[in-house]
C-alpha cells in the first residue's frame, strides 16, 4: 500500500465516541476516492485502520468512525496539525446504481454520506443504539435527512432497530438495496430481502484487512478479496 | 515443433518457467483458485508453520512506489491443518503445488514438510530466509553449517524433493553448497533484503516491526548477482526471484543460470495479467535470439 502523508484538519467528537474526522493530504491522491470505496487510515506508530469515506474533496478527506479500541482511541486523540496518513484508496468504486435504498447500521452510515455526494436520488433508513447520535450528525450533514432514522432508544424517529420496521420500507421490485453495518443487522437485512423476493441486495462489508493489495489473503469474504474485488458484495455472501 | 518454454527443476515438469513467488495469498483453499488464474506453471504456497500464526499487527507492506515493495506480515498462516486444504485446492489445477515450509527448529522444519509431502505436494520449498521471522528465518539461512544439518535432516524423511530458498548474505554461495551436498534438489535465490521505511512527517517508523523484507524491482540486480554467483560455482537447479517485472527481468536471471523463476511483486504493481506477458515476451525472445529452447539458454551468460 503506498500511503500519503495527510494533516488533521478537525477531529472532534459528534456525539460519544462517535468521531469526525477531517484531513488534508499533503498531496492529492492518485485515484479519487469513490464510494464506497475507504483507505487505510494510518495512525504513525500504532495502528492501521480501515475507514470508509464520508467525503472526499479537493485532498480533502472525511470520515466518520467510532472509538472502539486502542487504533480508534489514538486516533480520536490526534489534534488539528497533527500528522496521519492515508493509503491510495482500497476496492472498487460502485456508482452503477440508480436510486438506491440504503440501510445503514450506526457507522455503516459513513459511506452513505459519500455516495450522496454522487446520486441524485436517494432513500432509506438508519439504525442507531441512540437518538442524539443521529441528531446529532444531521446537524452536521443535512442530507442524511433523506433518511428515515430508528433509534434503539426510542429518542429519534422511530422506535427500536432498523430491523424491526423494515416493512415499512416501500422497495420496488427491483429496487437496489445497499447494506452496510453490523454483520448481524447484514444478515437480518439480506434474510428479508430473500424471503420477500426483493432486491437486488449489495453489502457494503466490512473485513480484517491487513495488507489492503490483495497479497495478503486475510480479507477473504464470500470467496472474494475485499480489499480487491470488494468492499461492494453480493448479499448471498451472508448466506 | 515442441514447447520451447518447457523447463524442469528439481525433477519436476513445468509448461513454462514462470511460477509465483511464496507470499501473494497461498495458505487458504480460495487462494488457489486466484492463483491458478494468474497462468502461473507451478503453484507456490504461501509459508506454512507448525502451529497458527496471526502475523504482525498492520501496517505490515507499504508499497514504495519505484516498484518496491517492504513487507513484515509475519508469516500469517493457519499452520499445519490448513495445508491439506490448500494443497487439495490447489492440485485441482494439474500442475505442481510447491509449499513454502517454515520454522524455528530442524524439528517443526520436519514436522512441516512432512504434513506437506502428506497433503500431496510435489515438493517443498525450505523458507530459511525470511528477514522478519524471529529465529526462523535469515538467522537459519546464513548459516551454512545450519544450513547443511537442517537440509539433511529434511530431505532424509521426505520423497518428495527439497527445495531449499536463501537468501543474500556473505555466505550465499557456501550455504547453496552446502544445501545441496545435503540434499537439497534446487535452490530459490534469493528472499527479500532487510529494509526500513520511515515516514518523515510523523517521524516514524511505517511498519508496526518497524523492519522488513524489501522486494520487487530494486533487488533484482541482488538476484542476478546471486544467481550468477551460485550457478557459477555450483551448476545447481535454481529458482530465480527477485523484482521480476518483465520477460527481459525473467531472461535475465534464466541467463544468469536459473532454470525457472518467480514472480511476487509485479503481481502487486502490474496485476495478474503479469505472468502471461511474461511468458510471452520469452516465447518471443527466444525466436529473437534464435534459440529453440529455453533449456539452450540457461547460465549461458557463463559459457565463453
Redesign the interface.
Given at each position: 500500500?503506498?500511503?500519503v502523508?495527510a494533516?488533521v484538519v478537525s477531529n472532534e467528537s459528534v456525539y460519544g465516541s462517535y468521531y469526525v474526522l477531517v484531513a488534508r493530504a499533503?498531496r492529492k491522491l492518485r485515484r479519487i476516492p469513490l464510494p464506497p470505496q475507504f483507505s487505510?487510515v494510518?495512525v504513525?506508530?500504532v495502528?492501521?485502520l480501515p475507514l470508509s469515506y464520508a467525503r472526499y474533496e479537493d485532498g480533502l478527506a472525511t470520515f466518520f468512525y467510532k472509538v472502539v479500541g486502542e487504533g480508534t482511541k489514538s486516533l480520536s486523540l490526534k489534534r488539528p496539525g497533527?500528522?496521519?496518513?492515508m493509503s491510495e484508496p482500497v476496492g472498487k468504486g460502485f456508482l452503477e446504481v440508480k436510486s438506491p435504498v440504503f440501510l445503514a447500521g450506526g457507522t455503516g452510515i459513513a459511506p452513505v454520506l459519500h455516495y450522496s455526494m454522487y446520486l441524485e436520488e436517494f432513500s432509506g433508513m438508519w439504525g442507531v443504539k441512540r437518538g442524539e447520535l443521529a441528531e446529532a450528525l444531521i446537524e452536521r450533514f443535512p442530507e442524511l435527512k433523506r433518511l428515515a432514522v430508528a433509534s434503539e432508544d426510542c429518542t429519534f424517529g422511530l422506535c427500536g432497530r432498523l430491523t424491526d420496521h423494515l416493512d415499512k420500507l416501500s422497495l420496488e421490485r427491483d429496487a437496489i438495496v445497499l447494506v452496510s453495518g453490523p454483520a448481524e443487522m447484514i444478515k437480518r437485512v439480506c434474510g428479508w430481502l430473500k424471503s420477500c423476493g426483493r432486491g437486488p441486495g449489495f453489502v457494503i462489508a466490512e473485513a480484517m484487512?491487513?495488507?489492503?493489495?490483495?497479497?495478503?489473503?486475510?480479507c477473504?469474504v464470500g470467496?472474494l478479496?475485499l480489499c480487491r474485488d470488494g468492499p461492494v458484495v453480493g448479499c448471498e455472501a451472508f448466506g | 515443433m515442441g514447447n520451447a518454454l518447457e523447463t524442469a527443476v528439481a525433477g519436476l515438469a513445468l509448461r513454462h518457467p514462470v511460477m509465483n513467488a511464496s507470499?501473494?495469498?497461498?495458505?487458504?483453499p480460495?487462494?488457489a483458485?486466484?492463483m491458478a488464474s494468474w497462468r502461473v506453471s507451478a503453484i507456490v504456497s504461501?509459508t506454512f508453520t507448525r502451529e497458527p500464526r496471526e502475523?504482525y499487527?498492520?501496517?505490515?507492506?507499504?508499497?514504495?512506489?519505484y516498484g518496491g515493495l517492504l513487507?513484515a506480515?509475519g508469516l500469517?498462516n493457519p499452520g499445519i491443518a490448513g495445508l491439506g486444504p490448500f494443497v487439495r485446492s490447489a492440485k485441482k489445477y494439474g500442475i505442481p503445488v510447491i509449499v513454502s515450509v517454515g520454522g524455528g527448529s530442524a524439528v517443526e522444519l520436519i514436522d512441516v514438510a512432512a504434513a506437506a509431502e502428506e497433503a500431496g505436494s510435489s515438493a517443498v520449498e525450505l523458507n530459511m530466509s525470511c528477514p522478519h521471522f524471529e529465529g526462523g528465518g535469515l538467522e537459519l539461512g546464513r548459516d551454512p553449517t545450519i544450513v547443511s544439518s537442517v537440509v539433511r535432516e529434511v530431505s532424509s524423511v521426505l520423497r518428495i524433493p527439497v527445495i531449499v530458498k536463501l537468501g543474500v548474505s556473505d555466505k550465499l554461495v557456501d550455504s547453496a553448497a552446502r544445501a545441496l551436498e545435503a540434499g537439497a534438489r534446487a535452490l530459490t535465490l534469493i528472499n527479500t533484503v532487510r529494509g526500513m521505511a520511515i515516514?518523515v512527517?510523523?517521524?516514524?517508523?511505517?511498519l508496526?516491526r518497524v523492519y522488513g523484507g524489501l522486494s520487487g524491482r530494486p533487488v533484482h540486480p541482488v538476484a542476478v548477482w546471486a544467481v550468477y554467483s551460485v550457478y557459477r560455482e555450483t551448476s545447481a537447479d535454481i529458482i530465480g526471484v527477485g523484482g521480476v517485472f518483465t520477460w527481459r527481468d525473467a531472461a535475465e536471471l534464466i541467463v544468469a543460470g536459473s532454470r525457472a523463476i518467480q514472480v511476487g511483486t509485479a503481481?502487486?504493481y502490474r496485476g495478474p495479467g503479469v505472468v502471461a506477458r511474461i511468458v510471452e515476451g520469452l516465447r518471443s525472445w527466444l525466436r529473437q535470439i534464435g534459440r529453440a529452447s529455453l533449456r539452450d539458454v540457461v547460465g549461458a551468460a557463463h559459457k565463453r
Open positions: 500500500m503506498s500511503y502523508p494533516r499533503l487505510m494510518w504513525p506508530g495502528d492501521l497533527d500528522f496521519i496518513a484487512v491487513k495488507c489492503g493489495l490483495g497479497a495478503c489473503g486475510s477473504v470467496g478479496l | 507470499g501473494i495469498l497461498g495458505y487458504l480460495e487462494h483458485d486466484t504461501k502475523g499487527d498492520p501496517p505490515i507492506v507499504v508499497k514504495l512506489g513487507n506480515v500469517s515516514d512527517y510523523s517521524l516514524r517508523p511505517v508496526s503481481l502487486v
